[in-house]
């Protein structure tokens, strides 16, 4: 779409619900609508409001766009109470996603925590098609308990991916959990890359990504080769409102994406 500031109309086609407080809503928008990996649209619910998310589908799915999405106010309380016929608008594709291009012929590590791995199962769809242009794909995955693991029938079938190097773990398990127990932190010790020529990928909740990032550090990896989405405060989607600065930057307009060597110095960024 051409004019950021017009709204398409998406009829609701489909809700899953992932846990008791995030449901994926899948859309077909009225017309074609195309988003790269790490971008975002502005949901507007008629006579509600408006609110930024980030797709969590297949960016060349050009028929429907998924958009996994947690309730926490009152946009997201009226959004998880639409049924499949209902309509919304969308806007966008809004802001800086992933430089998918300066990842070709690199060893990629993807760490994502919690529902952070909603926008990483986007990016994760692209770098799958890409995959024969890769060094190396590892994933790292982290959340608080079994139940709160998005897309587990889908993360099954990536787990037996051969092309893929992946582990996940939980803080706190239960009799049916098989896997890690500890944060995602301790599950990055066992990854076999180049890491001072390797690319790290890290988005979650702001306490995940600053220890995440700070392990890919510890490991070896560059800060101008950390990238994270730091979606936090996002508002108007124009850099209008202030509500997301960072610094000189605004996260809706100059990002979301950032590498950590463009913002490390600006106070308060895992706040």
Known sequence: MNNPYRSVEAEVLKVISETPSIKTFVFSPKEELTFGPGQFMELS?????????TPSSDSRNKETM????VKVGKVTDVIHELKPGDTVGLRGPLGKGYPLAKFIGQEVIVVGGG????PLRTLMYSLFHMRDKLKKLVYRGGCRNPEEILYRDELEGWMKRPDLDMKLTVDVGNDDWKGPVGVVTTIMDDIQVDFSRAVGIVCGPPIMMKFGTFKLQELGVPDSNIYLSMEKNMSCGFGKC????????????DGPVFTYAEIRDIPGIWE
Do not use: N, Q, S
């Open 66 to 69: 998924e958009i996994t999405i």
């Open 45 to 53: 619910v008629p006579g509600v409001g408006e609110a930024p998310f």
């Open 242 to 253: 202030g509500h997301c600065r960072l610094g000189d930057f605004y996260c809706c307009k």
């Open 115 to 118: 529902v952070g791995l909603a």
